[in-house]
């Protein structure tokens, strides 16, 4: 299959734009969509970064593929044939979205939701037709991390789901099919790292300079050749019994927000998009490092494009 020759993203935040750059790249003529004038813009140059990006990559050009910019949602969902949701992670404001959606396209369209964990049947629950809504969870930069969760909810129809993992392996990525729970994979095991470290930081066990090294050449890098399952097998089932008949009663088992960020959001310090948050950013600092982590990304991934996966 390939990718979908029109296709409305809605949503133009930090997810967005890089999605769209990458179904264009694919050939597909994307619609991004947003409320806000100002977001719109700001995806411009995101989705010219992007495009940059790729062509670091390699990523080879379909002919045809071209992004436009839209406020008017209906202009951007007329005659679309895939359409990605990527508004806020509130679900009031999905739902609502996903009705806008329902009443603008065809019943055969595939609507994926790029929510970061909400349960898919939860979202479907005031749809029309809930068998078309699929999750995508996209992962960040989504023009660059090649890997894309495809998730089922109770009513979705299975050729949605067959739909979907089709186009993210037309885009050139893993698809990971999985039963919707809370977070879905990733973000249940990246939330358990983030916990554990945010602990870690509010304890004063290490700074956060001395944490980011640690999971980054620790854990990051030897993540990025084998996975935890494996991991365990390199490591023997012996060890992990013993290490984690001690330690697993240790870990941090916060149910709530790390008292840290609730702080720093409440004071608008939200990271890089604020220029502060669990670092100080100076003057010109968040662009440098956005242009470092770009770079990072693509020289890893070509990187691990030339390994034996194990
Ligand atoms: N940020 C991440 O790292 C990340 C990664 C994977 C998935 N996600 C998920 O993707 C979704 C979007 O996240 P984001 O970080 O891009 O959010 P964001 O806040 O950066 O952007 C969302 C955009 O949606 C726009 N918007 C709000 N209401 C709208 C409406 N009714 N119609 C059209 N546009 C509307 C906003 O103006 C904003 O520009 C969320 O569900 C989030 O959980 C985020
Ligand atoms: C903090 C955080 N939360 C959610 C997601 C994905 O849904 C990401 C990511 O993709 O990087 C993230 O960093």
Not at 57 to 85: M, N, R, W, Y
Not at 100 to 127: H, L
Request: hydrophobic content about 45%; proline content about 5%; glycine content about 10%.
């Amino acid at each position: 299959m390939n990718v979908p020759g029109i296709c409305a993203v809605i949503g133009s935040g930090t997810m967005g734009p890089g999605i769209a750059a990458l179904l264009a790249r694919h050939g597909a003529d994307v619609r991004l969509n947003d409320i806000s004038r100002e977001a719109l813009d700001r995806a411009e140059s995101a989705c010219t970064a992007a495009a940059g990006a790729l062509d670091q990559l390699g990523t080879p050009v379909t002919e045809g593929g071209s992004v436009s910019f839209e406020l008017d949602a209906a202009a951007a969902l007329d005659s679309a044939e895939l359409v990605i949701e990527a508004v806020p992670e509130e679900i009031g404001l999905k739902r609502r979205v996903l009705e806008q959606i329902e009443a603008a396209v065809g019943t055969d369209v595939v609507i994926a939701t790029n929510t970061s964990g909400i349960p898919i049947s939860d979202m479907a629950a005031a749809m029309e037709h809930p068998q078309r809504l699929i999750g995508m969870h996209w992962s960040n930069p989504p023009h660059l991390i090649p890997m894309i969760e495809v998730i089922r909810g109770e009513r979705t129809d299975s050729a949605v789901e067959t739909a979907t993992v089709a186009i993210v392996e037309a885009l050139g990525y893993k698809a990971v099919m999985e039963k919707e729970v809370p977070g879905f994979v990733e973000n249940r095991v990246l939330y358990a790292i983030m916990r554990e470290c945010l602990s870690l930081l509010e304890q004063g066990v290490a700074t956060q300079e001395d944490i980011d090294t640690c999971v980054k050449w620790g854990i990051g890098y030897k993540l990025a050749v084998i996975g935890p399952m494996r991991l365990l097998d390199m490591a023997g089932l012996d060890i992990y019994s013993s290490v984690s008949g001690y330690l697993n009663p240790d870990l941090s088992d916060e149910k709530g927000i790390s008292p840290m960020v609730t702080k720093l959001t409440e004071q608008n310090r939200l990271g890089m998009k604020t220029g502060d948050g669990m670092y100080p950013y100076a003057e010109g600092e968040v662009a440098a490092k956005r242009t470092d982590i770009l770079r990072g990304l693509v020289t890893v991934r070509k990187a691990l494009s030339e390994i034996t996966p194990v």
